[in-house]
């Protein structure tokens, strides 16, 4: 059974940084595309970033310069580290496969104050 648990989320000001860590079990992240996701209140769930088995990455354009995905194969761990944080950054983020897997996480919630 795939899942993923998520941490590092909190309240914090503008310009600041948050690291979040997605453990994931009954996936290997060294075969497994994975993704960040994130939803704003009242929007629908938002792709931030991905990372393949080997590696490469990518990110949607509002984040581009400030968030960098990354992973641990050894921990089977994957992390989002987020800079310069903006008020518009404010959301619940998810971990999950890409393509996602039907089983999500709770979330960890990030709140970015002006």
């Known amino acids: 059974q795939v899942q993923f648990v998520e941490s590092g989320g909190g309240l914090v000001q503008a310009g600041g940084s948050l690291r979040l860590s997605c453990a994931a079990s009954?996936?290997?992240?060294?075969?497994?595309?994975m993704a960040w996701y994130r939803r704003a209140p009242g929007k629908e769930r938002e792709l931030v970033a991905t990372?393949?088995?080997?590696?490469?990455?990518s990110y949607v354009d509002s984040v581009k310069g400030r968030f960098t995905i990354s992973k641990e194969n050894a921990k089977n761990t994957m992390y989002l580290q987020m800079n310069s944080l903006k008020p518009e950054d404010t959301a619940v983020y998810y971990c999950?496969?890409?393509?996602?897997?039907?089983?999500w996480g709770q979330g960890t919630q990030v709140t970015v104050s002006s």
């Open positions: 990372i393949s088995g080997v590696g490469s990455t």
């Open positions: 009954g996936i290997t992240l060294r075969f497994n595309a």
């Open positions: 999950n496969g890409l393509p996602e897997r039907s089983s």
